[in-house]
């Protein structure tokens, strides 16, 4: 009965003391830091951000909690665009998750990577524009 416990607390914990002991804090990480990779990364997002606007504002597309794009309404989207909007997402968060695995390394702490997501999905969804859909922490959708 114990060892489930001791189990449990070693797996969220340790992480945290791990990171104490180093000196380092995740809320020290430079969420804005700039490397080419990273220009790279944002430049290939700008460049598709038209192409999805108007799945943003149809609402067949929206912002996830967790810092990516997701097909949110599949029906909004005629057939013969499915594939091509499909492509455009998985790109899409192709770039997302490249750019925070890149932001975690630039600043010397890969183990970041879930923190600087997890991050990444508040802003989005802070910044998204109104009637745009996006997923709170519940995974429920809603308009903003």
């Known amino acids: 009965m114990c060892a489930p416990r ?3 607390w070693f797996k969220l914990f340790v992480p945290v003391l791990l990171a104490m002991a180093s000196g380092a804090s995740f809320a020290q990480a430079n969420l804005d830091i700039d490397t080419p ?28 909690h967790d810092g990516l794009v997701a097909l949110r309404d599949a029906a909004a989207v005629p057939l013969p665009q499915r594939a091509q909007v499909n492509a455009l997402v998985a790109a899409d968060n192709q770039d997302r998750i490249a750019l925070y695995r890149d932001i975690a390394r ?24 109104n009637g745009w859909w996006v997923q709170d922490a519940t995974g429920a959708w809603k308009k903003k």
Do not use: C
């Open 6 to 8: 001791v189990s449990i």
């Open 37 to 64: 990779a990273i220009r790279a990364l944002t430049a290939s997002m700008q460049q598709r951000y038209p192409q999805l606007l108007p799945y943003y504002a149809s609402g067949a597309v929206g912002i996830s």
């Open 106 to 129: 630039a600043n010397n702490h890969p183990e970041w990577e879930a923190d600087i997501q997890a991050k990444f999905g508040e802003r989005w969804v802070a910044k998204a524009q």
